[in-house]
């Protein structure tokens, strides 16, 4: 069963698609590097070559949360899309 806080979790995922418009690459890394460490952990994989810009960014965003807990990830997740969509009206 799950917890509220994956449920709230979900519901953020799916929120952060209504956003009116599309949020600049550095909080874009950000909601990717909690996405990931709240929906599996730790970075894992080799980081991504020098010339794969995206790929190393994303990666370097992951990394970046890398010890933080599942749980605290998600809920970090939650609060920024929840700030994104309340300053966005």
């Given at each position: 069963?799950?917890?509220?806080?994956?449920?709230?979790?979900?519901?953020?995922?799916?929120?952060?698609?209504?956003?009116?418009?599309?949020?600049?690459?550095?909080?874009?890394?950000?909601?990717?590097?909690?996405?990931?460490?709240?929906?599996?952990?730790?970075?894992?994989?080799k980081?991504?070559?020098?010339?794969?810009?995206?790929g190393?960014?994303?990666?370097?965003?992951?990394?970046?949360?890398?010890?933080?807990?599942?749980?605290?990830?998600?809920?970090?997740?939650?609060?920024?899309?929840?700030?994104?969509?309340?300053?966005?009206?």
């Amino acid at each position: 069963m799950k917890s509220d806080l994956e449920t709230e979790f979900e519901q953020a995922q799916e929120r952060v698609h209504t956003l009116p418009k599309r949020p600049g690459n550095d909080i874009l890394l950000e909601l990717y590097g909690l996405f990931k460490q709240g929906s599996q952990g730790d970075v894992q994989g080799k980081r991504p070559g020098m010339l794969d810009f995206k790929g190393r960014a994303k990666h370097d965003a992951w990394a970046s949360r890398k010890g933080m807990s599942r749980e605290s990830a998600m809920q970090a997740y939650v609060e920024l899309v929840d700030r994104l969509l309340s300053s966005s009206k």
